[in-house]
T-cell receptor
């Protein structure tokens, strides 16, 4: 059972470039979310989805887009990368939006130069 | 802004000792969760405690929740070198489904 799979593991972008971080889960979880982790700041919620076709903004959504066309996939798009988006990005899923533990992927380390 | 704040930020203990870390939060919650993160890896869920529960155990882990003080504690008993990790509390708010994480406690267990 793969759980939550994130690709790529590492990425370097130049300022202004765009890219998509991939996230897939094979647990038939309804809820999926994206967090970024910066030193000393814990994890901050970027976007989340409670089911296919439904997405909503978290705490730090600016500069990112998401879509949820299937239950399994929840890609995160950086529209025009900025150095402030240098971070480690985690995708997570849970069976329900409430009272359920999150299952995390192993993260994507992104550097924007 | 962070809903949960862990204390201390870092903790260094000898193998076999107990480790205690605390989490304070600001608003009403449905539940509070604790996660562990090993270096370079994703977070792993440890325990979920609901707002109507006061204590929960899982193996060597003990979590308490005091909703009147808006605080929780995680106790790791008889620590092992493999417990070296960062530990995060996360709160599931009473309104909405945005699990919010604190900044974490870094625990070093020395052999």
């Amino acid at each position: 059972n793969a759980g939550v799979t994130q690709t790529p593991k590492f990425q370097v972008l130049k300022t202004g470039q765009s890219m998509t971080l991939q996230c897939a889960q094979d647990m038939n979880h309804e809820y999926m979310s994206w967090y970024r982790q910066d030193p000393g700041m814990g994890l901050r919620l970027i976007h989340y989805s409670v089911g296919a076709g439904i997405t909503d903004q978290g705490e730090v959504p600016n500069g990112y887009n998401v879509s949820r066309s299937t239950t399994e996939d929840f890609p995160l798009r950086l529209l025009s990368a900025a150095p402030s988006q240098t971070s480690v990005y985690f995708c997570a899923s849970s069976s329900t939006p409430y009272n359920s533990p999150l299952h995390f992927g192993n993260g994507t380390r992104l550097t924007v130069t | 802004s962070q809903q949960g704040e862990e204390d201390p930020q870092a903790l260094s203990i000898q193998e076999g000792e107990n480790a205690t870390m605390n989490c304070s939060y600001k608003t009403s919650i449905n539940n509070l969760q604790w996660y562990r993160q090993n270096s370079g890896r994703g977070l792993v869920h440890l325990i979920l405690i609901r707002s109507n529960e006061r204590e929960k155990h899982s193996g060597r882990l003990r979590v308490t929740l005091d909703t009147s003080k808006k605080s929780s504690s995680l106790l790791i008993t008889a620590s092992r070198a493999a417990d070296t990790a960062s530990y995060f509390c996360a709160t599931d708010p009473a309104a909405g489904n945005k699990l919010t994480f604190g900044g974490g406690t870094r625990v070093l267990v020395k052999p």
